[in-house]
């Protein structure tokens, strides 16, 4: 095997179809190879000895150039490439804009007999973004989850959730989460805080919030990305139900991780599709 490589987004997904260009120290190309639908690169054609440029570029991405060592075996192990959306470290354009639900995902994951997880989303949601035009510290974040939408796959399990050991939704069917400030913890990474209202209890949360582009939609709309994540504590909320085991381990952790993939929408509405 020649030259082995993946590519990935800084979020761990494959960028499928990037190019990578190896170059020689005279300039001259020596190798292009594209990427397969998993990200990853595996020319078979073993390469002369010596220092080399690798260039990966694919389209949406800003390119990453890194330098590679072949041995005498022929053999260039680059290891994972991490590319950044063009205009990753830009803000999105000032304004309002209105989260999409149908390419959005709200996710959380407990530890479940101390051994593995247990993975759950929220399906019904909806939520605002508002990016101030002129101190980006400044820019606001509103959203509303419908607490019965609880989805982990297993029906027994959500009813569950959806009683009064957990969620209690016939009291509390709203979650809400309302923006207090921003705080930048790098040029598109920042820090969310805010007052999240679950279970009927009002607690601050903040979220860590990775930028990860902007760009056109088929639609003619402009779209934003985010990724964010946070973890919270059951007995924050008032949700102390569980049982313990004969070992003495907790069925239930105690902990919540929650992930939110966003797509937002430039303007107060989605268009139609």
Do not use: C
Not at 184 to 200: I, K, M, N, Q, Y
Request: proline share 5%.
């Amino acid at each position: 095997m020649g030259l082995t490589a993946r590519i990935r987004t800084r979020d761990g997904w494959a960028v499928s179809h990037a190019v990578v260009t190896v170059t020689d120290m005279t300039g001259a190309q020596v190798l292009r190879a594209e990427a397969d639908a998993e990200g990853a690169v595996r020319d078979p054609n073993p390469l002369a000895p010596g220092a080399y440029t690798v260039i990966v570029t694919a389209v949406g991405y800003a390119p990453a150039a890194s330098s590679a060592i072949v041995t005498a075996s022929g053999r260039a192990e680059v290891g994972t490439v991490t590319l950044a959306r063009q205009g990753g470290t830009e803000l999105p354009p000032p304004g309002p804009w209105t989260i999409d639900p149908a390419h959005s995902s709200v996710a959380a994951v407990a530890q479940h007999l101390g051994i593995s997880s247990v993975h759950g989303r929220f399906t019904d949601f909806a939520g605002t973004i508002e990016i101030a035009p002129d101190d980006v510290t400044k820019s606001r974040v509103e959203a509303v989850i419908r607490a019965a939408s609880i989805d982990t796959g297993n029906g027994m399990r959500d009813t569950h959730l959806r009683s009064e050991d957990f969620l209690d939704v016939e009291r509390h069917p709203r979650i809400t989460y309302r923006s207090t400030g921003v705080t930048a913890t790098g040029s598109d990474r920042w820090t969310v805080h805010g007052e999240l209202t679950l279970h009927g209890v009002v607690r601050p949360v903040d979220l860590d919030l990775a930028y990860l582009g902007t760009g056109p939609d088929p639609w003619g709309g402009t779209r934003a990305a985010f990724r964010a994540t946070t973890e919270l504590r059951r007995e924050d909320f008032a949700m102390n139900y569980n049982q313990v085991l004969q070992a003495g381990i907790a069925a239930i952790g105690t902990t919540l991780k929650v992930e939110l993939d966003v797509q937002a929408v430039r303007g107060e509405s989605l268009p139609a599709v």
